[in-house]
């Protein structure tokens, strides 16, 4: 769900921050921190791919 839209100081031109909430869950367990970040590495690639999409430093 996006939460929040930037564009302004700090933020080169033409570009805009964005800021994302995800919820990682299993319906029959909890999830490793592995299974997470291997998720979380997933979505950001993807992201990247087709959107041009980087995470701040």
């Known amino acids: ?3 929040d839209l ?3 100081k700090n933020i080169p031109e033409g ?6 909430r995800i919820t ?3 319906g ?5 921190e592995e ?3 291997e ?5 950001v ?3 990247s791919g087709k959107l041009g999409a980087r995470l701040r430093d």
Do not use: N
Request: proline share 0%; glycine share 4%; no cysteine.
């Open 24 to 26: 990682y869950r299993s």
């Open 45 to 47: 690639a993807e992201l």
């Open 28 to 32: 029959e367990r909890t999830l490793t």
């Open 6 to 8: 930037y564009k302004g």
């Open 15 to 20: 570009m805009q921050s964005i800021a994302i």
């Open 1 to 3: 769900m996006l939460f």
């Open 35 to 37: 299974e997470v970040a």
């Open 39 to 43: 998720m979380q590495e997933k979505v």
